[in-house]
């Protein structure tokens, strides 16, 4: 079956302009995480979403960044007035109710913002 | 102090070696230890779950956990130039004030030398 996949796959932006990343889950797996990761670091997460509940925000870096996920699938996070320090690889990772430790990642979207 | 202290590497062994890849944490919450193998430009992979304390083997990987210590480990025996990638362990305690995060090592670099 399909893993997860994520659009695109690399984006090039001038700083202050608005980004948006693409996220398709694997079918069925009802919690979606965002990270990032930049060089040397480990990944940050940003945001998890499970089912319809409210999803946990703690770890968006500031209020320039947001996420949403419609229909319990397809998510997308914002970066609204991109900064050279969100240069970074931002990967989604899926999972099941069930089995929910484990995460089964994208390959990433590469965002570099001159 | 990172939840999660891990050994960027880079380590670099002959093929055919037994190679040993460590993270500590400082949170007597976690419970769940995940180990992700990631090659370059794609997104992690999970290799290993271990639930609590004790010992997990899977072919060439064996991982451990010393819940005392706050101590993990992956041995992969018999290395092989495939299994040159960065390794992440990342951790979790769901359903604790932790909250819904894994948190993530920074990852080791490894390089298997044919």
């Known amino acids: 079956g399909a893993g997860v996949s994520q659009s695109p796959s690399n984006k090039v932006t001038e700083k202050g302009k608005d980004v948006e990343l693409r996220c398709d889950p694997i079918?069925?797996?009802?919690?979606l995480y965002w990270y990032r990761q930049s060089l040397g670091q480990g990944l940050e997460f940003l945001i998890y979403f499970q089912g319809n509940s409210a999803p946990d925000k703690s770890g968006l870096p500031s209020d320039r960044f947001s996420a949403e996920r419609t229909g319990g699938s397809v998510s997308t996070l914002t970066i609204q007035r991109t900064q050279q320090e969100d240069s970074a690889v931002y990967l989604c990772a899926s999972s099941s109710r069930v089995f929910y430790n484990e995460q089964f990642f994208g390959p990433g979207t590469r965002l570099t913002v001159l | 102090q990172k939840e999660v202290e891990q050994d960027p590497g880079p380590l670099s062994v002959p093929e055919g070696a037994i190679v040993s890849l460590n993270c500590t944490y400082s949170n007597s919450a976690f419970q769940y230890f995940m180990w992700y193998r990631q090659y370059s430009r794609k997104g992690p992979e999970l290799l290993m779950y271990?639930?609590?304390?004790g010992n997990k083997e899977d072919g060439r990987f064996t991982a451990q956990v010393d819940k005392s210590s706050k101590y993990i480990s992956l041995f992969i025996r018999d290395s092989q130039p495939s299994d040159s990638a960065t390794y992440l362990c990342?951790?979790?305690?769901?359903?604790?004030?932790?909250?819904?995060?894994?948190?993530f090592g920074t990852g080791t670099s490894l390089t298997v030398i044919p």
């Open positions: 990342a951790m979790s305690a769901l359903g604790t004030d932790t909250g819904n995060q894994f948190y």
């Open positions: 271990t639930y609590s304390s």
């Open positions: 079918s069925g797996h009802t919690a």
